[in-house]
C-alpha cells in the first residue's frame, strides 16, 4: 500500500524559530510537493520537487524553502517563523510530473506559530 | 491563483440521498481530479477525467466533464454517513502540466 508520511501531525513553534517538516514517501515517486491549506482558500502550492536536488517555487515560496537530497524525502523549511505561517501543510508525490498522474497526500502537519 | 471553484462551499443531506457537487475553472486544462479530505487529515484520490473524456463513473461516484462551459461536477449516489467529507477539484493546465490547482472545496455533511 502506498505510503506518504509527515513527522508530526501537531506542531507548536514560536516566532523566529526555525522550522523543518518532514516527508517521506515509499513509493519511488519523482514528484514531491508542499502545500499550506487555510479556511476558505483551498490548497496552495508552496513548492514541489520533480527529482533529487530539483526544486521549482510554487505560487507562495515566500518565507519558506526546500530540501531534497533524497528521492524519497522532501523538506520543508520556514527560516524564521511568523504568526501568518500557521497553518495545516500537506505533503504528496506522484509518478511523474503531468497532472494527469494522481497525487498521492500525507496526513498533514498541523502548525502552530505563537 | 485559483483554478478551481466549488459549488456550493457547504452541503447538507441525508443518508440515501443523492450528493452533486460542481466545480468551474478558468483556462483550458488537460485533465480535471477530484480528491476527497476527511476532517483534519490529508486528501485521497477519488477520479480522474480527461478533457477529452465526458462522463466516467467510479462505484457511487460520477463525475462528468464540459470543457464548454469550463465546469465539472461530481454525483455520489445512495450518499451514506462515511461519505462526510470535503471534496476538492484539482485542474492541471493545458500548457503547464507539472502541478494541480485545487479549488477551495465543497464540505459535504451527511446525516444517518
Known amino acids: 500500500d502506498v505510503k506518504v508520511t509527515q513527522s508530526s501531525r501537531y506542531l507548536v513553534k514560536r516566532t523566529g524559530e526555525k522550522v523543518f517538516l518532514e516527508c517521506v514517501q515509499d513509493?519511488?515517486?519523482?514528484?514531491m510537493f508542499w502545500y499550506r491549506q487555510d479556511p476558505g482558500l483551498g490548497l496552495r502550492l508552496i513548492y514541489f520537487s520533480y527529482d533529487v536536488k530539483m526544486k521549482e517555487k510554487g505560487d507562495i515560496p515566500e518565507g519558506y524553502s526546500v530540501s531534497r537530497e533524497k528521492k524519497e524525502r522532501f523538506s520543508l523549511i520556514l527560516e524564521s517563523a511568523s504568526t501568518n505561517q500557521t497553518s495545516m501543510y500537506l505533503c504528496?508525490?506522484?509518478?511523474?510530473?503531468?497532472?494527469?498522474?494522481?497525487?498521492?497526500f500525507g496526513p498533514g502537519t498541523r502548525l502552530t506559530v505563537t | 491563483s485559483q483554478q478551481g471553484e466549488e459549488d456550493p462551499q457547504a452541503l447538507s443531506i441525508q443518508e440515501g440521498e443523492n450528493a452533486t457537487m460542481n466545480c468551474s475553472y478558468k483556462t483550458s486544462i488537460n485533465n480535471l481530479q477530484w480528491y476527497r479530505q476527511n476532517s483534519g487529515r490529508g486528501l485521497v484520490h477519488l477520479i480522474l477525467i480527461r478533457s477529452n473524456e465526458r462522463e466516467k463513473h467510479s462505484g457511487r461516484l460520477r463525475v462528468t466533464l464540459d470543457t464548454s462551459k469550463k465546469s465539472s461536477s461530481l454525483l455520489i449516489t445512495a450518499s451514506r454517513a462515511a461519505d462526510t467529507a470535503s471534496y476538492f477539484c484539482?485542474?492541471?493546465?493545458?500548457?503547464?502540466?507539472?502541478?494541480?490547482?485545487f479549488g477551495t472545496g465543497t464540505r459535504l455533511q451527511v446525516f444517518p
Open positions: 484539482a485542474t492541471d493546465g493545458a500548457y503547464n502540466t507539472d502541478k494541480l490547482i
Open positions: 504528496a508525490s506522484s509518478l511523474d510530473r503531468q497532472g494527469s498522474y494522481e497525487q498521492y
Open positions: 513509493m519511488d515517486h519523482e514528484n
